[in-house]
């Protein structure tokens, strides 16, 4: 038989073993009818063809995700999320910071102070981790965005209560705040140094959202009351562009 009329014959028996027509034992007989020859690796070339073509495709190359981001390796993906991580909470540590200076109610200028301790600790440990990986320091909040936060925690003429109804008006409910966190961390298969860290800030980050909440619920602002009419004082909120890591400080 030629060559010619071997491939032709063998793509035919390939196309009718594809569509269910003819059964396994059958398909290997057929095979070995079209091409007796063998091969330097014991099999028929026609064997060694079919099982070429009908093995299954590759599977697609593993991609790591970080919001509408994909990345080729888990350290790429780590590196791009600490960074953008880092930048909200550096800029939350500076935020609480001139609200607690303006904040005329002793318990919240107190748990700010904490807070705020807690937002510089991460950024400092977020930014050593990055550089343990290699890359430094890039990613920044939008200029506007900072900007606008910082006059308005500043001002004396808004109040805290409103203050804190808009922080929390920034952010879903409950685990959902924290989402892009997991994510991450549902990813990590490798760099365990990392997956630690993030854990570890994980909880203090649901210890601020539990403490938000709780400071709303004592203001008469919680989520419940910020379904209603917003005053007049928080209607101009600065609203930001894309989420440093699907996380921010809520400002």
Excluded at 98 to 124: F, I, N, Q
Excluded at 164 to 182: C, D, K, M, N, S
Excluded at 201 to 225: H, M, N, P, S
Aim: aromatic share 6%.
């Amino acid at each position: 038989m030629s060559e010619t009329n071997r491939q032709f014959e063998l793509r035919q028996l390939l196309k009718a073993y594809r569509k269910g027509l003819i059964s396994d034992a059958l398909f290997e007989e057929q095979l070995r009818e079209i091409d007796s020859g063998v091969d330097a690796t014991g099999e028929t070339p026609a064997v060694a063809t079919a099982a070429t073509e009908v093995r299954s495709p590759e599977p697609p190359p593993r991609v790591w995700t970080c919001g509408s981001r994909q990345f080729d390796s888990e350290r790429g993906m780590l590196v791009h999320f600490i960074d953008e991580f880092r930048a909200g909470e550096a800029f939350g540590a500076e935020a609480f910071a001139l609200w607690a200076e303006v904040s005329t109610d002793p318990r919240l200028r107190g748990g700010l102070h904490a807070v705020r301790e807690r937002e510089d600790a991460h950024a400092r440990l977020l930014a050593a981790r990055l550089s343990d990986l290699g890359a430094a320091p890039r990613a920044e909040l939008p200029a506007q965005f900072r900007e606008t936060a910082r006059t308005k925690l500043r001002s004396r003429e808004i109040r805290d209560a409103d203050k804190v109804r808009a922080f929390l008006e920034r952010l879903p409910e409950g685990e959902a705040a924290v989402q892009p966190i997991l994510d991450v961390l549902a990813q990590i298969e490798r760099d365990h140094e990392t997956c630690a860290l993030l854990e570890e800030i994980l909880v203090d980050e649901i210890a601020t959202l539990k403490w938000f909440e709780e400071t709303a619920t004592r203001l008469g602002v919680g989520r419940a009351a910020a379904a209603e009419a917003v005053p007049a004082a928080t209607n101009g909120r600065a609203q930001a562009g894309d989420d440093a890591a699907g996380l921010r400080t809520g400002l």
